[in-house]
């Protein structure tokens, strides 16, 4: 197997796609330049005619080029470490799943799949586990980010749909951010925030965040709300909307139900005689006066949207916090209207469309719904199955615990990092290690999960991928190959090396297990059918309807410009001159039984943990601004390490006081859970008691800087979203004895780095930048075993 891959041309003009990361979705247009040698140079621009962006990227996306290099790619399939051909591994999966599911039954297998899929790859992972394994055990790392938001949107609108659109952002006149830190989170939408009240400065913009951070800039006024309080705060602004007389009684009576049981539980949270400001303050910790103006504004401002991110959804209560906020917007009458509405926006590229094809185990494709009969037989009917699943499957936190348990076993997990972005992380790592059959399909050969797989499989990545994938706003883009990747190593046969698209794994795998259905040819074959299925049953039964695109022909495919749903058949599509802005609700027309808006009746509860004597600190999560997930790709691109080289804990100085840390020290945080060592940050973002730390870092990358070591299995009753946002832990310092830096040519091996107590990688120009330090009492020599270490450094 050669090391390094080789990439071979598929074309030298500018390409239209889509930005690998966030759910905002950018267009993007990418340039390949080879030289005479064979090296490549890819060039990213914003794509100024896709209505996501307008030709606006972030440091993120602007680096895309910088990641696609053959370093550290996978290219061959392998069983139990050993190079092997794409045949005997497709085989090998397909035959040990058809062999469990034999022996103990379809709900003992499962895929954890991820919203950096794109939705054909999506759509045929889930027709496979549902629709012809007869098993709803599959679920998606978008569990982890937006659940709380479907199942929020289900409970209101009888469906899962954002009402609203991103231009909306230059329609309203303000704008309510909480749980959502969108200046690092999703730049771009924070850059047309900031254009938007450039170009209108009475633009409102309310930021709810217990921590102070950079989307704060442009903030008129912040709520350093304590952590989870969220329903405390929505609750009170009902009953203030209520008792100042700005009930939109048309619309309540019209359009919803439940108005009243959602108003007399409010008051129950926060003063059943008018609001009480006392109550309501120490419950949310935000001072009265802050508290009086949100609400007054709130009030009295005629066009208000709320955008609400993983600081909402990522809780025990998250799915009643996304009721408590859309309850506000019923209640109102502002909703689906143009500057008016609420909006979630999600945290992955695709996390909307695996959304709309069944990703979630308590979802069927298109939006339909187990315990339907009706739908039911029209997807059996439709997918020629007698064996679709007919109940929920597990939920990513239950179906590690079932690994773990022993239930499943055997996993296919696609595109995600579980083992460092699950909670209770070191769990997930040990459930794996100890499954019978752990399936990996990724595009990088070392992740933390890679390193627990059975059967690894090389798939296509960000730049050799095609498909499409859908928005925040629902609007449907495609993502368009810049490089072929059949031809990767010396080997020209695509039968015996080189990735492949995950539908195409999939679709062989499927019918190795003798399942009809999955001959695919193209993306465009299954978008195909993915499009005829939304309209099955569906005569305004639901808003997701792709009935336009039912009969696009492969060439139309390829050139199709971003669409919005719904498209229904006969709709006319977008162009270049044509940009739709559907939205919904703003005259009810919900997708409940009754077609009304419910009102959720949503009590304040506090988070599942609490602090402790033992552990009185609570940790806060999230991503920074130049990381992505597990960096397995930004961390790729060295100018983005250098933002933020090191996880770090940020800690208010007067706690840090209390706790004897000084500003640079390595603080060791722990809980029953695990512990993660993290360098300190003083910063007054941070209100004391709360610390924050970053999502990104790995076993691959550091020695204990995976944040999700530390974070309780606890979920939503509802969404069975974990509660990231909310750890309870100690924090001390950790007492080293020396520290260096260490400048290597090429990676140091692991086993190597297990024997150092603290290292941290980064990529730089031409190598690899360690930071390391070795306790007090450390038994080995540091400078011997740094000596060691790497024979090529180049400095320490
Ligand atoms: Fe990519 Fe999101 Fe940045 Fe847009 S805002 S360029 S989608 S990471």
Not at 314 to 325: L, P, W
Not at 368 to 397: C, Q, Y
Not at 565 to 583: H, N
Request: hydrophobic share 35%.
């Amino acid at each position: 197997m050669s090391n390094t891959l080789k990439i071979t041309p598929k074309n030298d003009h500018w390409t239209k796609s889509t930005c690998a990361y966030c759910g905002v979705g950018c267009g993007i247009e990418a340039k390949v330049d080879w030289d005479s040698e064979g090296n490549k140079n890819v060039t990213v621009r914003g794509d100024e005619s896709h209505p996501a962006n307008y030709g606006r990227l972030c440091s993120k996306g602007l680096a895309l080029g910088d990641t696609v290099i053959s370093d550290g790619r996978m290219d061959t399939p392998s069983i139990n470490g050993q190079a092997t051909t794409w045949d005997k591994a497709l085989d090998h999966v397909a035959t040990s799943f058809s062999n469990t599911i034999k022996k103990y039954g379809p709900d003992s297998v499962a895929f954890y799949v991820s919203g950096q899929l794109l939705t054909e790859d999506y759509y045929v992972a889930n027709k496979l586990m549902k629709g012809y394994i007869g098993s709803a055990n599959i679920d998606t790392n978008s569990r982890l980010c937006m659940s709380s938001s479907v199942a929020g949107h289900k409970r209101a609108f009888g469906t899962d749909t954002v009402p609203n659109c991103y231009e909306d952002i230059e329609h309203t006149d303000m704008i309510v951010l909480t749980g959502s830190n969108l200046a690092w989170c999703h730049p771009v939408l924070y850059q047309r925030l900031k254009a938007a009240k450039a170009a209108k400065p009475s633009l409102k913009v309310i930021v709810i965040d217990p921590r102070e951070t950079d989307t704060c800039e442009l903030a008129d006024l912040h709520l350093a709300i304590q952590p989870g309080s969220d329903v405390a705060l929505f609750n009170g602004l009902l009953n203030y909307l209520d008792e100042h007389g700005h009930i939109n009684d048309d619309y309540v009576s019209q359009y919803t139900e439940g108005f009243e049981q959602a108003l007399s539980v409010a008051k129950d949270d926060t003063g059943t005689n008018g609001l009480d400001y006392l109550a309501t303050s120490r419950s949310t910790g935000i001072p009265i006066p802050y508290l009086e103006t949100f609400y007054e504004w709130f009030a009295n401002t005629q066009k208000v949207m709320t955008y609400y991110s993983q600081g909402v959804n990522q809780s025990s209560a998250g799915t009643d916090k996304v009721n408590s906020i859309i309850n506000c917007h019923l209640a109102t009458g502002r909703i689906g209207l143009k500057g008016s509405g609420p909006f979630s926006v999600t945290g992955q590229p695709n996390a909307m469309g695996g959304r709309e094809v069944g990703g979630l185990a308590n979802m069927l494709a298109a939006h339909m719904e187990f315990g339907n009969t009706d739908d039911h037989n029209a997807i059996s009917t439709f997918w020629d199955t007698d064996n679709l699943a007919t109940k929920p499957g597990l939920r990513a936190v239950d179906m590690f615990d079932a690994v773990a348990e022993g239930k499943i076993k055997a996993i296919w997990i696609m595109a995600t990092n579980p083992v460092v972005s699950l909670p209770n992380a070191n769990k997930v790592k040990e459930a794996l290690k100890n499954c019978p059959l752990v399936v990996v399909s990724d595009c990088v050969t070392d992740t933390d999960t890679v390193r627990c797989a059975d059967v690894v499989l090389p798939a296509k990545g960000w730049a050799e991928k095609s498909g499409t994938v859908t928005n925040s706003e629902r609007r449907i883009s495609r993502q368009r190959a810049l490089i072929a990747s059949d031809y990767y190593g010396n080997e020209p046969n695509p039968k015996l090396t080189g990735p492949k698209s995950d539908w195409w794994i999939m679709s062989q795998v499927a019918l190795r297990m003798n399942f009809a259905g999955f001959n695919f040819t193209c993306e465009a074959d299954i978008f195909r059918e993915y499009a005829a299925m939304t309209t099955l049953n569906n005569e305004g039964a639901r808003d997701l309807d792709l009935g336009a695109l039912t009969r696009i022909s492969n060439e139309e495919y390829d050139q199709l410009s971003p669409q919005q749903w719904p498209l229904e058949s006969g709709a006319s599509l977008d162009s270049g001159e044509k940009i739709s802005q559907k939205r919904f609700f703003a005259e009810g027309n919900f997708y409940t039984p009754s077609k009304k808006g419910q009102f959720v009746a949503v009590g304040y509860r506090a988070p599942a943990s609490n602090i402790s004597k033992e552990f009185p600190m609570i940790l806060n999560s999230g991503r920074i601004r130049d990381q992505w997930h597990t960096m397995t790709r930004t961390g790729l691109a060295n100018q983005l390490s250098g933002h933020k080289p090191e996880p770090y804990v940020q800690i208010n100085p007067q706690d840090a006081r209390c706790f004897n840390l000084k500003e640079g020290d390595i603080a060791e945080l722990n809980n029953t859970y695990g512990i993660a060592k993290a360098r300190v940050q003083f910063s007054s973002e941070m209100n004391p008691g709360q610390l924050f730390m970053p999502i990104h870092w790995t076993d691959v990358e550091s020695s204990q800087g995976k944040v999700c070591s530390l974070v309780s299995p606890e979920v939503d009753p509802v969404s069975a979203q974990p509660e990231l946002k909310f750890t309870p832990v100690a924090i001390k310092a950790w007492n080293y004895a020396c520290e260096g830096l260490l400048l290597t040519r090429t990676a140091i091996d692991t086993d190597m780095l297990n024997s150092i107590d603290y290292w941290v990688r980064r990529r730089v120009n031409g190598g690899f930048l360690y930071y390391l330090a070795q306790s007090a009492d450390s038994s080995t020599d540091t400078e011997q075993r740094q000596a060691n270490a790497e024979p090529s450094l180049l400095n320490i």
